[in-house]
């Protein structure tokens, strides 16, 4: 009773000392592999274009204008989704688009620098020190006794300059040097590329850590 169930393993083993049927299964092997690893490298490479231009992008800093939070050469990971102008808060350091106004002379393409003051906040200068809406900005992330460099322009105690609706002021954290909102003024929201969230590599090696 069990003979037609056992001849089926016979009848395959015997089939498969076929050379040519072994050769076409190779083939069919290394074809169907060759396949895999193509959808796989595609799939990867779509996933990776996705990220890049939907979710996070890598960039690295070119000047010394955010030093000492941010070095030359320095790499930093920007969050572009579910991110836009209208999630900037005070402090926040994003990459945004050249203004169209920057004759600066440096480096061309997207920069990088702090955001200081809001759409319809108040701004100026006093010495070395800077005021949003009145009172002093605390900002820890600078060395004590910093120099401001030139002043916030047009801009005093009892004319401040008020950041137009959908602007935002921007410096960068070495005052002395940086060209920002100082020469170019505020940037369009809309040309605000996304908000920095990680540096991975600083002073030339790696080093993770937030801003």
């Not at 002379?105 to 990088?112: A, C, I, K, M, T």
């Not at 002093?136 to 401040?160: C, K, N, T, V």
Request: aromatic share 10%.
């Amino acid at each position: 009773m069990a003979g037609p169930a056992d001849a089926g393993p016979a009848e395959a083993g015997s089939a498969s000392t076929d050379p040519d049927d072994a050769r076409r299964r190779r083939r069919r092997r290394r074809r169907r592999a060759l396949i895999e690893t193509a959808v796989t490298l595609l799939v990867a490479v779509l996933l990776a274009g996705l990220v890049r231009a939907f979710v996070f992008q890598t960039f690295w800093v070119p000047t010394s204008s955010m030093v000492p939070t941010l070095g030359v050469n320095d790499r930093i990971l920007v969050q572009k989704a579910f991110f836009t102008w209208h999630d900037v808060h005070e402090g926040d350091i994003v990459v945004f688009s050249q203004p169209p106004l920057d004759r600066c002379g440096g480096p061309q393409g997207d920069l990088v620098k702090r955001v200081i003051a809001l759409p319809g906040q108040t701004i100026y200068s006093s010495g070395n020190s800077i005021y949003v809406d009145g009172r002093l900005l605390s900002e820890p992330y600078l060395p004590q006794d910093d120099p401001l460099g030139p002043p916030i322009p047009d801009a005093s105690s009892q004319h401040p300059y008020r950041v137009p609706p959908g602007d935002f002021y921007v410096l960068g954290d070495n005052r002395a040097i940086s060209c920002d909102s100082r020469y170019w003024g505020p940037i369009k929201g809309s040309s605000i590329v996304g908000k920095v969230v990680l540096v991975w590599w600083h002073n030339d090696r790696p080093d993770f850590h937030g801003v």
